[in-house]
């Protein structure tokens, strides 16, 4: 059993930066991936950003891409998610979500293949 537990959120002004962290406890090792998504009000949750555990590769949603790095640390069992010149439109809550590669080909940006969720953490953006 996996669980995993976001941090970092908060209220920043539109053009600030923002690093949320989420760490990991269980087996968490070769053939995982932690990701995170966000869900804003009244909208889907959507993908943000994924890496996988073993060789650190990332995934980031098209219309993000340039703004967010997604990171980890091994020993700590942590993921990080660094935000740069943050929008407005970027307020919602932040999700980090954990699963474990089981088939080729597998959709990293399907939140289906996530099985461990965290209770999510607060991003305020203001204008």
């Known amino acids: 059993q996996v669980h995993v537990v976001e941090s970092g959120g908060g209220l920043v002004q539109a053009g600030g930066s923002l690093r949320v962290s989420c760490v990991a406890s269980?087996?968490?090792?070769?053939?995982?991936?932690m990701g995170w998504f966000r869900q804003a009000p009244g909208k889907d949750r959507e993908f943000v950003a994924t890496?996988?555990?073993?060789?650190?590769?990332?995934y980031y949603a098209d219309s993000l891409k340039g703004r967010l790095t997604i990171s980890k640390d091994n020993g700590k069992n942590t993921v990080y998610l660094q935000m740069n010149n943050l929008k407005s439109e970027d307020t919602a809550i932040y999700y980090c979500?954990?699963?474990?590669?089981?088939?080729?080909?597998?959709?990293?940006?399907?939140?289906?293949?996530?099985?461990?969720w965290g209770q999510g953490t607060q991003v305020t953006v203001s204008s």
């Open positions: 979500a954990a699963g474990r590669r089981s088939a080729l080909g597998m959709d990293l940006t399907d939140s289906r293949y996530y099985d461990y």
């Open positions: 890496i996988t555990w073993g060789l650190g590769k990332t």
């Open positions: 269980g087996s968490i090792g070769y053939g995982y991936f």
